[in-house]
């Protein structure tokens, strides 16, 4: 059993670290071309043509204009859809298993773990943390409105994820480098502190949480109740009372899992379908 879990969760790292090297191969093969530096067949496509976001925030222009916002291309909308239909199936896959940004403070959070102890991840009280979580909404209807009344990708000069693979460019914003320091120092304090508290596009796909169809399903009547689940989630996410998580925040890590934390096996999975005891559905 021990030998599964961890498999499974290496698989998860193996698929991170191929996200993080193809797009830091795609983004420096792109800037290198800009100062005249061409690597064979790897050719020239920006950031922003494999962020599906840029699908997101085009959808107000492209419908008004039939055009896309600066520098977004068709392949954002194509990436935009796909994404969409993983969520529809198992939600924010995008986030806990492809997105770089997401893999890089999963990898802070380590460090601060090793500093933290038990205290890492528990700074902030439930009572203000679970209002702040909202917060990512906030963000979410303000880019999709800025992009969408100035035709121009704001977002960009306070993006940490584009200041992880572009920070040596002179596109770089004094607001960009600010906003990814922030990020990096609350790394190791809180996980993920970008994906729980500001990331538009990370609130936009924890909607389908809400109506995925393959759900993280709790078998309450295997269930011994040592709440390891909720101990290992990094979203905070109360797992233990509820039979189908529908939380917002999940990103579908699979680090709660039978196969990787839950002691009983075949009690915390992946399924679809309604979960095999009904408890209290999480829509919190
Ligand atoms: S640990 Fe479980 S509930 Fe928490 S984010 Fe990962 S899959 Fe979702
Ligand atoms: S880890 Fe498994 S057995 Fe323990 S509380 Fe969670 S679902 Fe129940």
New binding site residues.
Partial sequence: MAKDKKKSARIRLVVQILFFLVVTLIVTAHNLVEIGVEIPLIGSASIHSICPFGGVVSIYEFFVSGSFVKKIHESSFILMAIVFLLSLLAGPVFC?WVCPFGSFQEWIAKLGKKIFKKRFNHFIPYKIDKYLRFLRYVVLVWVIYMTATSGQLLFQNIDPFYTLFNFYTSEMAISGYIVFGVIVVLGFFVERPFCKYACPYGALLGIFNLFRLFG?KRNAATCIDCKA?DK????N?P?SDKST?R?H?????????SEQSCPVPDTLNLEAGKAKKEAKDDAA
């Fill in positions: 806990g993280i689940c290992i989630c990094p979203m996410i797992i998580i939380n925040q999940c990103i579908t890590c699979m680090k709660c899992s």
